[in-house]
């Protein structure tokens, strides 16, 4: 009767264009814990001269079917020297819904969906070494090895047969909570 009380684990997520200013502020917020106070990579903040022209995609845990907080993020964006090529980076999730194999994915997905309807042709991304594999088995190559900010990464490249376009991602998809 007495017996703790596991704490509450949202079942649904849903994963968008973050376009609301809570919404970015919070992907913000979770780039610079999981960059640069967790992981090291970069001193006091993440951003950079990307963040300007990317579009931030959020990962939103539901309570009740209202969107309660963001728990994870990845940006996007076009390279404008080399038409039809865009990139995904700095994909963080919450330490505590890290065991939770379709945020990841799920933010993945969007991202590359989404600039497939915006005319990719070519969908890269760095991508630490420890994280290649989930890329792989979701249709990504990967191209090379390399070392950058002192952690080792792979070049990786998406199929795009794999990602349909998805024309709608400011409403972006529904996930359900699976452990990895």
């Given at each position: ?124 991304a760095h991508v630490q070494a420890q994280n290649a ?48």
């Amino acid at each position: 009767m007495f017996d703790p009380v596991p704490p509450y684990r949202p079942s649904h997520f849903r994963v968008k264009f973050a376009v609301a200013p809570w919404e970015r502020r919070a992907c913000a917020a979770l780039r610079r814990h999981v960059f640069c106070a967790e992981q090291g990579l970069f001193e006091g903040d993440d951003r950079d001269a990307i963040d300007a022209q990317a579009i931030p995609i959020c990962a939103l845990s539901t309570l009740g079917g209202d969107s309660d907080a963001v728990v994870g993020t990845v940006r996007i964006h076009a390279v404008a020297e080399r038409p039809g090529e865009w990139w995904g980076s700095r994909l963080a999730v919450e330490r505590s819904f890290r065991g939770t194999a379709a945020l990841g994915a799920g933010l993945i997905q969007v991202a590359v969906a989404s600039a497939h309807a915006r005319g990719c042709t070519r969908f890269l991304a760095h991508v630490q070494a420890q994280n290649a594999p989930l890329f792989r088995t979701l249709h990504w190559a990967s191209l090379a090895e390399l070392d950058l900010h002192g952690r080792p990464h792979h070049l990786m490249q998406a199929d795009l047969a794999a990602y349909p376009p998805m024309h709608d991602p400011e409403h972006g998809l529904v996930t359900l909570a699976k452990a990895a």
